[in-house]
């Protein structure tokens, strides 16, 4: 039989507020649940509104399959991440093998730095600005947000994506998330870039020229000067003014390329590297603190509507919700935590069948459930109070129809075992032979044992 655990790995709080919010958009899109078993194992495990509301999403989730669907969409993702990780480790290689060329001809200084620095400072105005107007989420963020979507595979996974962006906009972390991937994205590209650029000027000898149509040597003395100071603090070299002047021919001094080559790391590392992993720090800082305060909104009208189901103000019977707009086929599972004793109970019987027969010492007899409230008072008093051993006794004349099977899931899902007893006809009846035989199939569909004859042995002993 299958485990019945809501989720067969532990989830962290982030997991289960996602999954509830999944499960919400699910609803809105697709109309309301069969959720009678859920509701009931929500009340069963107490606790406040949301805590309720979070039990039965997650029973949902297992029993529906977002659960796997979330570990299929986290495989996805982590997928989509080692691409991108990849891509940022190739696109930083790229960018110091552009600034640097192939030693062959002498490196403009300016055009190195601007193959190094230039799109990073674009990327890095456009995402401040994107910060500043309230932006949430940058192209790379959903350029992941879709590899991992489409990684995933996953038809159930629908719903994950849209409800990890509306859980994570009402604390305002999404900026925050996406901010961490971006900068780390970024630091990525520039310590491969840093790293490559390091292992070129290690092997090759490069010379260092500035050139200028309209603009003297004191322009470049200044900006070389300006750029360089704040690496210098942080022990990079700095050319002086005359290496700065004499630089605008190629320099044969050994002194003048590593005093060139010093700088060029240092700028590079001073205003690409260390501000991106500044940044990258303070987005998930800002993450971590955000993500402890998330919380499921219960103004919302999809949580609104199960405050009644859940902390319901009075009991009441009959029909209460429309009809689930999607059939949960149904299944049958097994109690893993403590139980005790054996139990035979019956499902419709026909008042003309003596019941119950005599029962073996030690094992109790729950009756006979013909109404929704006896049916409701045992999974009640199950759910408190699960035995080790259940026996389900059923009348195989009657038809197995979708409700009679689904009561039979439940039960057996409330018990350590479970097997079910298909009655004999009474005496002078016959049972139908295709009947006996859809009862059959049924239950093997259930994954439920099943036999005609008494399993009072097995109810006394737990063996035959």
Known sequence: MSDTNPIPTPLSRLDR?????????????????????????????????????????????????????LQHWRQGAQWAGLLLVLLALLGGAGLAFAALGDGQRPVNLFWALGSLLGLHLLMLLGWALSFGLGGSTSLLGRTWLWLSARLARDAQAAHLAPALLLLLQRRGLTRWGMGALVHG???????????????????????????????????????TRA???????????LPDAATIRASSSVLADDSARQAWSGWLLGVTFTYGLVPRLVLGLFCVWRW???????????????YSLLRERLQPTSERLGVCDAAPAERVEPRAGSQ???????????????????????????????????????????????????????????????????????????LSRS????????????????????RLEDWHQALDRLALPHAQGAPMTWLETGHD
């Open 17 to 69: 507020l996602w999954l509830t919010e999944a499960i919400r958009l699910r609803e809105e899109h697709a109309g309301p649940l069969e959720d009678a078993e859920t509701n009931r194992r929500a009340n069963a495990a107490g606790g406040d509104l949301a805590q309720r509301i979070q039990a039965r999403a997650l029973w949902l989730a297992e029993r529906d399959g977002q659960s796997q669907a």
């Open 185 to 223: 994205a970024w630091v990525l590209t520039l310590g491969s870039a840093l790293l490559v650029l390091l292992l070129l000027l290690a092997t090759r000898r490069y010379g260092f020229v500035w050139e200028t149509t309209i603009l003297g040597s004191d322009t470049f003395v200044f900006l």
């Open 227 to 237: 750029l360089g100071a704040l690496p210098a603090l942080l022990g990079f070299s």
């Open 288 to 302: 971590l603190q955000g993500r402890a305060s998330l919380g499921l909104d219960l103004g919302l009208p999809g």
């Open 336 to 410: 893993n935590g403590r139980s005790e004793g054996a139990l035979l109970v019956a499902i419709e019987l026909d008042d003309r069948r003596h019941w119950p027969p005599a029962l073996p010492k030690g094992v109790g007899d729950a009756g006979v459930l013909d109404s929704r409230e006896q049916r409701q008072h045992l999974l009640d008093q199950l759910s408190r109070f699960p035995p080790e051993r259940l026996a389900v006794a059923c009348d195989p004349r009657r038809s197995p129809d979708r409700g009679t099977l689904a009561l039979i899931g439940e």
């Open 415 to 434: 018990a350590a075992q479970t097997r079910v007893w298909l009655l004999p006809a009474p005496p002078g009846e016959a049972l139908d032979g295709q």
